[in-house]
């Protein structure tokens, strides 16, 4: 009989303390660095301007980061904020069709 189940080891690095009630913390806040437990943060949504290029005032990005509760944004503004400029972008885009139509007639027009 064959039992080569992988050992349950845990090793890994020697736990710290969570920043807030001291629980063993299972990881770091990538902002500040501090230590917390699964209670005290976790992934969140972060929205970051990348900008640059012709439209660079629309440009934002949402990942998601393991921040602490202290460095997490408001979910509930990052998500509302992700939907606006997902509209907004949308919009762009329409009134560059409409240009794009509108500039296609009058050219048609000016031909003849
Ligand atoms: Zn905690
Ligand atoms: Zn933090």
Known sequence: MQCSSPPKSNPGPARMPCYQCGE?????????????????????????????????????????????DRCTPDQSKVKAHAAAMGILSIAVLIFLIIMGIWFMTEYAKWRH
């Open 24 to 68: 063993a913390a299972d990881r770091a806040c990538t902002s500040c660095e501090r230590f917390f437990c699964r209670f005290h943060g976790g992934e969140r949504q972060v929205a970051v301007h990348v900008g640059g290029g012709l439209f660079g005032g629309l440009r934002w990005e949402y990942p998601v980061r393991a921040l602490c």
